[in-house]
């Protein structure tokens, strides 16, 4: 695996995630992402023993895109505290199929996440037990058959873009848990986490940190115009 490093200094690294890549380690055994962050740093570094990193925020395994790790416990603390009270401005680019009604809006949900299934189902209501979801959208760009979508999470739940973009019935290219009927050739999904931007922890200025999107993939390409001019 190679690591794409976006950003590094003494507390933070961050990296583009591909769509393959899991952030944690899960019950599949492959090597998680922060692992294979951790060996860059020992190679590059020449450290010995063990390497500090801080898994800050995930990414679903499916989802691509700019993945913060810490370096420092100071700044993984710190970190958590931004991602927790919300002091993270998180920007991702969704391909879909269908054309939302509004070519912009806010959805409000109340998602349930069924353990079994890992899957969240997203109600118009308070359901017992649901969390409440709410992102903001719009549409950026088209080709002949897919559209593009530009999604600002306010809050943080379990396949909450995938959840709610379906509900709307606009299921992200390549979904099949939620609704597309065909599977990306790589096995991913057309969701990219395109950038973040928050006060640094430790230095407290502002830094945004920007992933480009899949470039071996010939439709985000294609979209990619879109994301610039945006």
């Known amino acids: 695996m190679t690591i794409h490093v976006l950003y590094e200094d003494n507390h933070i690294i961050a990296v ?7 952030v944690q380690g899960d ?30 925020h995930r990414l ?5 895109g700019v993945v913060v790790f810490a370096k420092t416990s100071k700044a993984l603390s710190r970190l958590n505290e931004l991602f927790k009270t919300r002091q993270v401005e998180k920007v991702y680019w969704a391909i ?38 709410v992102l903001s959208y719009r549409l950026v760009g088209q080709s002949e058959t897919y559209f593009l979508l530009e999604v600002r999470l306010e809050t943080g739940r379990h396949h909450q873009i995938r959840c709610q973009l379906a509900k709307i019935g ?3 290219k390549g979904d099949l848990k939620y609704g597309f009927p065909r599977s990306n050739p790589d096995g991913g999904i ?41």
């Open 16 to 22: 583009n995630k591909s769509s393959s890549d899991i």
């Open 27 to 56: 019950k599949t055994g492959d090597m998680p992402l922060s692992e294979e962050v951790k060996l860059y740093l020992k190679k590059k570094y020449n450290k010995p023993g063990d390497v500090f990193l801080g898994v800050v």
């Open 60 to 64: 679903d395994r499916p989802v691509s």
């Open 96 to 133: 879909v199929k269908n054309m939302p009604e509004d070519t912009e809006g806010r959805l409000e949900h109340f998602l349930l996440k069924n353990e079994k299934q890992n899957k969240s189902y997203a109600y118009d209501k308070m359901v017992p037990k649901a969390k409440k979801a």
């Open 170 to 172: 606009c299921p992200i």
């Open 190 to 230: 057309s969701l990219h986490a395109g950038y973040v931007a928050f006060f640094h922890p430790v230095s407290r200025e502002l830094i945004r940190i920007e992933a480009p999107v899949p470039q071996e993939d010939k439709l985000w390409k294609a979209m990619e115009k879109f994301i610039i001019s945006s």
